[in-house]
């Protein structure tokens, strides 16, 4: 069965400092993974999409992993601000093409960053 | 060029009533994905659609849910009879092709309350 595993569950950092979440999975065959934000209240929006050919990725503060060999991927969060408060949801993608191309989500980590 | 679409934002309905939620997706989009959060847990899929034909079903309700996705308008999830069990947040997401790896752009959401 495909399944994600995210921890932590839930973190809670001061301002400015770094994080780093981490996501497991056992979907097969594995064809992407993505990472989330989702602030409360609103739809999630991407941060970054990574191949099998791709072990690092960023977006600004944002920097992903992946280690497809272990089935590994950490969200890593630099000098960390008010607004990254949210959940961070692990998404991995099957070549299956079954269930809207074999998306399988995780729960998410909460993040609430303390001023 | 306007994101996701969803409306209502907020849905109260009492057991027994009809639910319609909306979705319009992203101009040029023609796959469409729906998705239910229930408080503290992870996106579950729902439903697939391309214009006027469902993809891919597999995470919906065998009863009392239906979706469609019509050659002109939104796509309309569709709950009859609605239970307390409904309440949760309804995510619509779009993209230009399968998803495979390309991103899904997620509407707002609608948050349904079954009283």
């Known amino acids: 069965k495909n399944q994600v595993e995210q921890s932590p569950q839930s973190l809670i950092i001061l301002e400015g400092k770094n994080c780093t979440l981490q996501c497991n999975y056992t979907v097969s065959p594995f064809s992407n993974l993505r990472w989330y934000k989702q602030d409360t209240g609103r739809g999630p929006v991407s941060l970054t999409i990574m191949t099998f050919s791709e072990n690092t990725k960023s977006n600004g503060r944002y920097t992903a992993t992946l280690d497809a060999d272990t089935k590994q991927s950490s969200l890593h969060i630099t000098a960390s601000q008010l607004s990254d408060s949210a959940s961070y949801i692990c998404v991995v993608s099957a070549n299956s093409g079954g269930g809207a191309d074999g998306l399988t989500f995780g729960k998410g980590t909460h993040l609430i960053i303390q001023p | 060029n306007a994101g996701v679409m969803q409306n209502p934002r907020h849905l109260v309905r009492r057991r027994g009533q009809e639910a319609r939620l909306r979705c319009s997706p992203m101009?040029?989009?023609?796959?469409v994905y729906w998705y239910r959060q229930l408080p503290e847990e992870g996106l579950k899929f729902m439903v697939y659609l391309q214009k006027e034909n469902i993809i891919d079903e597999s995470g919906m309700p065998k009863e009392r849910f239906s979706a469609e996705f019509p050659k002109e308008g939104p796509s309309i999830l569709r709950i009859q009879q609605v239970v307390r069990g409904d309440s949760a947040a309804y995510f619509c997401?779009?993209?230009?092709?399968?998803?495979?790896?390309?991103?899904?752009?997620f509407g707002p959401g609608t948050r349904l309350t079954v009283t």
């Open positions: 997401a779009s993209s230009p092709q399968p998803t495979g790896t390309y991103e899904q752009y």
């Open positions: 101009k040029g989009h023609s796959h």
